[in-house]
C-alpha cells in the first residue's frame, strides 16, 4: 500500500459511496423520538441493499455522522421533527424550510440533532445539492420504550412521504 493510498483509505470523500443516503435519527429509549427510526428501517428493508442508496440507522451520534453526509448528491433524513404542530403531523421540510428552522446544540452525547449535524456539513462545505428531512411531530419526548398512539398512527404516512421522496431523488 502505498501513502497515497493509504491517505485516500483515511478520507471518506475519497471512497466511492452511493449518491443518495438515507439516514434515521433518534433514540430509542425516548419514546417519540425514535421514529426518524422506526420510517428508516421500514424503508431498508423493504428496498434492500443498493448501489444508489445507502441506509443508515445513525441513532444518536449526533456530529460522529458527518462522515455519512460526504460524497452525497442527495440526503433523505428521516427523524421526529418538534415544530408545534398537532402530535402525528407529518413535515417535509426542503431547503429554506431546514436553513430557516433555529439550530439548537446538543447538551449531551446522547442528543443527534439533524439540524446541527447538518448545519456543520454546510460549515465544513460538504453538503449534497439536495436535502429533505421527513419527519413525525412527537407527542411525547420522555423516558421509555415505544411509540405514543399519535405517532405510531402516523408512521404509515411518514414512511409514504420518505418513499415518494427517495423515488423523486433516484429519477433525478
Known sequence: MTAGSADAALDPRAVPRAPILVLGLGNLLLTDDAAGLHVEAALSAERGVSAQVEFVDGGTQGLSLLHYLSNRRAILVLDA????????????????????????RSTTAHEGNALELLATARLLGDVAEEIVVVGV???????????????????????????AVLDSMLRR
Open 81 to 104: 421533527v418538534g415544530l408545534g404542530a398537532e402530535p402525528g403531523s407529518v413535515h417535509v421540510l426542503r431547503g429554506p424550510a431546514i436553513d430557516g428552522l433555529r439550530v439548537q
Open 137 to 163: 411531530e412527537p407527542a411525547r419526548i420522555a423516558t421509555g420504550i415505544g411509540l405514543s398512539p399519535q405517532v405510531e398512527a402516523a408512521l404509515p404516512e411518514a414512511i409514504e412521504r420518505a418513499r
